[in-house]
């Protein structure tokens, strides 16, 4: 039986612990995308978890989604990731950077007017949050078959500059509803080429993806994050056995690529998710959910019963800088913030107070 706190092994990286800082999205960032000091210093703070994934990085321009979010896109954005990596080595850390496409779930007003591309020219629910206010999702323009392989390209090219700036690896950001999603559900994808109409189809783009990531830079480098059935964004998986073989597909072909890990979102135990646990060859990141919130007890029995090699742990995180020594001693936690939760300044991101040297 595996304990929570205990060294392992994940690709190409020993970890510390079973304790993964999840990916969380704080809009710390310049407007052209640029990672800052003050997020060197939030993800330095958290050094001692087993592996920090980052919050979301747009591969290109047109990836970007959010308001103030990084990219790795840019000569200036490798050196501010650069000065994060530093940080968290310093403390003994390793850290991963999602690359995240956003696809339809964008605005132009968020990326200095660059276009916004997805499977389908279908509009995407809501609005999005930009400088000038909430402003509805605009219809994107479906990629032309012609034109995947440079998309393709943008997340290798983003992988390697990931190397470059002095980080561990990257995760594919494949949940969610964001463009890798885009592509698996049938509600977002109604391409009639190669890249739609079927599951095996659909999942073709993000097996794609994968395989030149990999090769770029090393498939024990590189994870993988999906969702299924998760419905957000629009992206609606509703056809139990349709979402069954997409996975299916989607994680034999990645399993052949000896990726490093396989990060999903929901109950381990169901019997999807239990399936494509058991294909995959590598480790295993699991994250609940969003509620309840991922605790001690939830963690550990999540390592303890085999269901996961580590524990994808976000809002304990965000406010409690040493969340690994608080849970080891039980300490009490602090509790986060949910109004600083995106954006503004070091209140809420840098500031909540870590145990003195000599408690616990």
């Known amino acids: ?8 092994t994940v690709g190409k990286w020993t970890l510390d612990n079973r304790v993964a800082m999840a990916p969380m999205t704080r809009n710390r960032a310049t407007p052209d995308g640029l990672p800052t000091d003050l997020m060197a210093a939030y993800y330095g703070q958290r050094a001692a978890a087993g592996l920090i994934i980052t919050e979301g990085v747009q591969p290109s321009a047109a990836g970007q989604g959010y308001m103030n979010s990084p990219g790795l896109h840019t000569p200036a954005q490798i050196e501010g990731w650069r000065a994060v990596a530093d940080a968290v080595h310093r403390g003994g850390g390793r ?7 956003a696809g339809r779930i964008s605005h132009p007003d968020n990326k200095h007017q660059a276009e916004t591309v997805a499977p389908s020219a279908i509009a995407a629910p809501g609005e999005m949050f930009t400088a000038a206010g ?37 995760e594919l950001h494949g949940a969610n509803g964001y463009l890798l999603h885009q592509f698996l559900a049938p509600s977002t994808n109604h391409r009639t080429d190669a890249y739609g109409g079927t599951p095996r189809a659909r999942a073709r783009f993000v097996i794609e993806v994968a395989q030149g990531v990999a090769d770029a830079i090393g498939a024990e480098r590189v994870g993988i994050r999906v969702s299924p059935a998760i419905n957000l964004h629009g992206a609606l998986e509703d056809d139990a056995e349709d979402t069954a073989v997409t996975y299916r597909t989607l994680v034999d072909a990645l399993s052949t690529m000896g990726l490093a890990y ?12 239990k399936d494509l646990a058991d294909r995959f060859a590598g480790s295993r990141i699991v994250s609940n959910g969003w509620d309840p919130v991922t605790d001690l007890t939830a963690a550990r029995d999540l390592v303890e019963s085999g269901r996961a090699d580590l524990v994808a742990v976000g809002r304990a995180f965000i406010a409690n800088p040493d969340l690994i020594r608080r849970w080891r001693t039980g300490a009490p936690l602090n509790e986060p913030d949910g109004t600083t939760f995106y954006g503004g300044d070091h209140r809420g991101y840098t500031d909540y107070p870590a145990l003195s040297a000599t408690a616990g």
Do not use: K, N
């Not at 850290?95 to 496409?101: E, G, R, S, T, W």
């Not at 392989?149 to 700036?165: F, G, K, L, Q, T």
């Open 95 to 101: 850290i991963v950077a999602q690359l995240m496409h």
């Open 134 to 170: 909430r402003r509805p999702h605009p219809t994107p323009r479906a990629l032309r078959t012609e034109e995947i392989p440079s998309v393709v390209e943008e997340y290798a090219r983003a992988a390697r500059a990931a190397i470059d700036a002095g980080l561990d690896g990257v």
């Open 1 to 8: 039986m595996s304990d929570l706190f205990e060294p392992v």
């Open 262 to 273: 396989l990060h999903t979102i929901g109950a381990p135990g169901t019997p999807l998710l």
